[in-house]
């Protein structure tokens, strides 16, 4: 697989013409996520629409809820034949194993990913905010051991902790870092940040890049430029 294979672009728009729009300007991209807002503004359509292009999806979900909720969830999402999807860590035990067993009898079942901290958050909020007395590494690894003990098959961290996860929990799980930005990119609500060549160094198996590509003057220089880095 090319590096530019393990790069995941958002589709961060909030509608289905924006999303074609923004996929029509960049065709070299390969892997795409489809996060909350535009899965809520599209329904599957936009599934429908990548699937067709022949594109790999990242449908970045992150569900939490009970067991029973996540397990069907898991099995609706598991039908549009979509390669990465997303629950939250800390949805617990019960939650992760009945997402694994949904998802079994798939045709194609996605490879679930546990989200182990959002990258907004730093160690300040974790603590004092959400009174979890845990340091933020320590945390985030917590929490990838316990989806992987689950049968989960990876997990979504922040570059910082992808070294310790990737050593942790073996060559096998997969580590997705958001919150990488190369170092002639702003890194806008991102706490906790790293260039892409330094993430992959670090362990990570895919890379979300997303503003400093979206946004550019020039998208596909962009894409382009930080290709020709790796």
């Known amino acids: 697989m090319s590096s530019s294979d393990q790069i995941i672009v958002p589709l961060d728009v909030s509608s289905l013409d924006e999303a074609i729009a923004l996929i029509d300007k960049l065709p070299p991209v390969t892997f795409w996520k489809v996060g909350l807002e535009l899965f809520v503004a599209t329904g599957p359509e936009i599934l429908k629409i990548l699937k067709e292009r022949q ?34 860590a800390t ?24 989200i182990t ?42 570059p910082q902790e992808v070294s310790q996860l990737r050593q942790s929990c073996g060559p096998d799980f997969l580590l997705v870092c ?12 991102q706490q906790r940040v ?3 060549e330094k993430a992959f160094k670090a362990g990570a198996n895919y890379l979300v890049i997303g503003r400093p590509i979206t946004m550019a003057n020039d998208p596909i220089a962009a894409w382009e430029r930080i290709c020709e880095e790796l």
């Open 55 to 88: 594109k790999r999806i990242f449908l970045d979900l992150k569900f939490h809820d009970i067991p029973n909720t996540v397990a069907g969830a898991c099995s609706s999402a598991s039908q549009y034949g979509v390669d990465l999807l997303t629950l939250h």
């Open 91 to 114: 949805a617990g035990k019960n939650a992760l194993k009945a997402a694994t067993e949904a998802i079994k009898d798939s045709p194609s079942p996605p490879k679930l990913l546990a």
């Open 117 to 158: 901290l959002l990258t907004s958050l730093n160690s300040r909020e974790l603590a004092f905010d959400l009174k979890i007395p845990l340091e933020l590494p320590e945390y985030a690894l917590e929490m990838a051991l316990l989806a992987q003990k689950c049968g989960i098959n990876g997990a979504v961290c922040s």
């Open 178 to 189: 958001p919150g990488v930005r190369p170092s002639w990119a702003e890194k806008g609500d």
């Open 194 to 196: 790293m260039t892409p």
